[in-house]
DNA sequence: AGGAGTATTCAGAAGATTGTGAATCGGGCG
DNA sequence: CGCCCGATTCACAATCTTCTGAATACTCCT
């Protein structure tokens, strides 16, 4: 029988690897999304997730590396607990922003290196700077919500939104 | 030997499927935009990217399935030939609104069925709000740079950021 | 220092994904 | 009406990723 809980969180597990993340760094990530507030040891994720032991270090190995969970290592205590990083949402967006820069400069490169064809230059070109627009705006994005979040009073963007049933579907 | 311009637009695909696109696709879309105005068809994408026909019908037909790009069945002949949806940028930032929806849908779940960890679950809710916030700001924000682009005068986003080096890397 | 438990690493198996080749379908032209 | 060319589909093969199991390294307690 599984542990109570799961299903959700592997439902986000699976939204999280249709966006590129690698299947066992998303469940690790949900299951410590639903971990209780000391985080989860390695030999819980591996129990939880019906995983080995090695696949839960491979996992959060990776997650470490993106700083999307931290490690918390007690002294003490040889068992490592690992829970979400504060930011690690933040992380999450800032992780594609240098890349949809490059993509840009790529974008950028196949245009130039099609001046036959001004119409579809200038249309790669434009993805580019959309890009490049982008890089420059998600992160932003990020303080922006963090900012009205900390300061619900003030005209800064509503971080419920207005309420309404944005996660139907 | 390879065709000209190729590199690029490999370096580009290759971006892509690290944020989730399946490989092929992501070969035809970059090919596409280093095409020529009228377009390539089946047939010069196959040779260009040294596939199969099959391979390019099934990537064309998950790119237009996405609206990342149109297929111009031209009557009186048989050869379809395809090109970049105009907002096919936005295309790829709408697509992924409604998934962040239910992703945060997923999170609130996660963190409503964890009563016994108040922290835990706080932050579980703070990243589904953070997801809502960006699957409502992404849309905003295409319109937002279409807006900026077609008034460039305005004080709105400016395209081209700030000139500086953003697609170093 | 010795012992025990934990994390990590590595080679290999299992699984999924991806692309090919051949047959089929479909539309247009002679 | 029949031929022809292009697109599509399907089963299979190659490739890659992913996870397991066993061995290794490391850390803390006695």
Chains 1, 2 share one sequence.
């Not at 690698?22 to 129990?47: K, N």
């Not at 001004?118 to 627009?133: G, K, M, Q, V």
């Amino acid at each position: 029988m599984n542990h109570p809980g799961t299903e959700a969180a592997e439902q986000a597990a699976a939204m999280l690897t249709a966006v590129g993340m690698p299947r066992m760094p998303a469940r690790v990530m949900m299951a410590l999304a639903g971990s209780p507030d000391e985080g989860y040891t390695a030999a819980d994720l591996a129990d939880r997730l019906g995983v080995s032991a090695a696949a839960v270090s491979g996992a959060v190995r990776y997650l470490v590396s993106m700083r999307l969970i931290h490690r918390l290592s007690r002294p003490g205590d040889r068992r490592d607990r690992y829970d979400l990083a504060e930011d690690s949402w933040s992380g999450m967006i800032t992780a594609n922003a240098p890349l949809y820069s490059t993509l840009a400069a790529s974008l950028d490169r196949i245009a130039d290196e099609n001046p036959a064809a001004p119409a579809s230059a200038a249309r790669a070109h434009e993805i580019a700077d959309f890009l490049r627009y982008l890089a420059e705006r998600m992160p932003q994005l990020a303080a922006e919500w963090r900012a009205g979040r900390d300061a619900p009073g003030d005209e800064g963007p509503g971080p419920r939104a207005d309420g309404e049933g944005a996660a139907g579907g």
